[in-house]
């Protein structure tokens, strides 16, 4: 299968799930069985909606939509279902003054809850994206959503640069990562590789930037991931050309290089 060979030409172990929602049966299966003979880890499927919109419509499918993709994932063998858990905005994804109620809060518990309950995965688990302005939002929040969900297929999709959302976590972002891998380690299914950087206009802005052009400590993250389960994956997203993914992807290597870390 041309997928597989050009994850091995590369060197990869591991995957985004490639195919959309078009996909028949028999070519999930076809791809999920070769993955797994060739030792492919599927990272991640993802399920991205906002399943707390304030439109009611709008709701209703993204609640949908990750309940099929959960279970997606779980035929698959997928590490994670990986979402949102949502925003109050009228954007998926967007900031909102209420996001960081308490409704919100016990409106994201009840919605993933349902979504676990419906599917009862066996083989996956459900995951939710950080984000800087929305549940959960710090590794503190993460717990307590968890603690809060109480259901042992919710588990950790860790991005550290969407957490980094001041100047001080920025600037103590070794400090920030390793508090992050001691609270959540133990739940953590995949992680998203980025990178960030401070600009210098008022108040603050924080720009997404490639791995290497940011002031992300990839040598304290990388130390921290290799001491996961070794099938942890690390991916790198949101970048324009082939040509920056492999920039990426030769940066992320050399410093696991001189850590003496297999990649």
């Not at 997928?3 to 590369?10: F, G, H, Q, T």
């Not at 990869?12 to 492919?40: M, N």
């Not at 698959?76 to 109620?101: F, K, Q, Y």
């Not at 490639?210 to 994956?233: A, F, I, K, M």
Request: with cysteine.
């Amino acid at each position: 299968m041309g997928w597989v060979a050009a994850l091995r030409e590369r060197g990869f172990r591991t995957a985004y799930w490639p195919l959309g929602d078009e996909a028949g049966d028999d070519e999930v299966a076809a791809y999920a069985d070769a993955a797994a003979a060739a030792d492919i880890v599927i990272a991640e499927v993802g399920a991205w909606s906002n399943p707390i919109s304030p439109d009611d419509a709008t709701r209703a499918a993204a609640v949908e939509r990750s309940k099929t993709q959960l279970s997606l994932a779980d035929r698959i063998g997928a590490r994670c279902c990986v979402n949102l858990a949502g925003t109050r905005s009228e954007t998926w994804d967007g900031p909102h003054p209420d996001n960081l109620s308490a409704d919100t809060f016990a409106l994201i518990v009840d919605t993933v809850r349902d979504i676990v309950d419906a599917v009862e995965p066996q083989r996956t688990f459900y995951s939710l994206e950080p984000m800087p302005w929305s549940p959960p939002d710090s590794p503190d929040g993460y717990l307590e959503l968890l603690r809060a969900v109480d259901r042992p297929r919710l588990a950790v999709h860790l991005d550290p640069v969407n957490m980094i959302n001041s100047p001080a976590k920025l600037y103590d972002n070794a400090g920030f990562l390793r508090e992050c891998f001691a609270k959540l380690g133990p739940y953590v299914r995949s992680c998203h590789a980025k990178d960030i950087r401070l600009g210098d206009e008022l108040t603050v802005h924080l720009s997404e930037v490639r791995p290497g052009l940011g002031s992300l400590d990839y040598h304290v993250l990388l130390t921290e991931v290799d001491r996961l389960d070794p099938d942890t994956p690390i991916l790198v997203e949101h970048l324009p050309s082939e040509a920056e993914y492999a920039a990426a992807v030769a940066y992320i290597r050399s410093v696991a290089a001189e850590l003496g870390l297999r990649t």
